[in-house]
């Protein structure tokens, strides 16, 4: 992250998932914290130089990319991944103390929120219609700010305290595993390498024939580089026309990363570097505090022989 930074935007309004999986980083938490009503906006903020950082969803265990955001890191807005930030996400269904879960019309949430939550609306709400807002807490403000014995929201049950709504049920997302991963968006910097990193790419094909997603696989495939995400994404050029998001372990500091980026970038039409950051996991301090002991001490080893010359 960058040190300097002072602001940091993100997808709100307050009582978001987002929100709550940046205040888990101590050093966001205590910036001047901006609450977006879109992702978009969230975005352009960092582009425009109102705000350091940005803070936003960029993909769920359950239903995938959170495309807004993905799409606006691929076409809109040059902007390199700082950090991630993965949270567990339990779902809410909250509405006004006295509605009835058989008076519930209509259930309102962010769109991957109601997603999250099909099986269970399907089974137990199959009469309410899914209503789309611009956030999990959006949802729930609205709800509280215009009473509806008719409508229940979903979303973190800090969105039911915040907003003055009773949660009906508990953790409805239909499986219980369920993370979304977050990203701090910045408008330029790379981290320096932890020794558990991850790097972030869009490969864009000069033209689609056979064996090109092979080609550009066997890349990573011939430095023995694992992929931790590949996904193909509509170039908005035409139909049938698609780039390749890939998420790599490693760091462009890294002699075998930086030689794969390099033979890519000159088979390729355009590669397109979103950011190599600091990987999030439980197993992450331990295995970044092994690579550092690992790398004093090859330090030391190296330091010994190169005392003897001469």
């Avoid at 339990?90 to 509405?95: C, E, F």
């Avoid at 997603?115 to 899914?130: F, G, I, N, S, V």
Wanted: hydrophobic share 40%; net charge negative.
């Amino acid at each position: 992250m960058k040190p300097s930074a002072t602001t940091v935007a993100f997808f709100g309004p307050v009582g978001t998932f987002t929100e709550e999986a940046l205040l888990t980083e101590p050093d966001l938490a205590a910036a001047a914290l901006e609450p977006q009503p879109t992702i978009t906006e969230v975005l352009e903020s960092v582009s425009r130089g109102d705000a350091d950082l940005g803070f936003v969803p960029i993909e769920n265990a359950i239903e995938g990319t959170v495309n807004a955001t993905l799409d606006g890191l691929i076409f809109d807005f040059d902007l390199m991944i700082q950090r991630e930030v993965v949270l567990d996400i339990h779902l809410h269904l909250m509405a006004q103390a006295s509605t009835k879960l058989s008076e519930i019309r209509r259930v309102v949430s962010f769109p991957v929120a109601l997603a999250q939550c099909r099986k269970y609306l399907a089974e137990h709400l199959p009469q309410a219609q899914a209503v789309a807002a611009n956030s999990t807490a959006d949802a729930a403000r609205e709800l509280g700010e215009h009473p509806d014995a008719h409508a229940a929201a979903i979303g973190p049950r800090v969105a039911a305290d915040l907003y003055g709504l009773s949660v009906l049920v508990d953790d409805i997302e239909d499986h219980p595993d369920n993370q979304t991963r977050f990203v701090a968006v910045a408008a330029a910097g790379v981290p320096r390498p932890t020794g558990h990193d991850r790097t972030s790419i869009v490969c864009f094909q000069r033209a689609d024939r056979p064996g090109s997603l092979h080609g550009i696989l066997g890349q990573f495939a011939a430095r023995n580089i694992n992929l931790t995400k590949l996904e193909s994404r509509p170039t908005k050029r035409g139909l049938g026309d698609y780039c390749f998001v890939i998420d790599l372990d490693g760091h462009l500091d890294d002699e075998l990363v930086g030689d794969c980026l390099r033979d890519l970038r000159a088979g390729l039409a355009e590669v397109k570097f979103l950011g190599s950051y600091p990987a999030a996991g439980q197993h992450g301090p331990d295995r970044r505090r092994e690579a550092d002991d690992a790398w004093r001490e090859a330090d030391n080893w190296l330091g010994a022989l190169r005392a003897q010359i001469g």
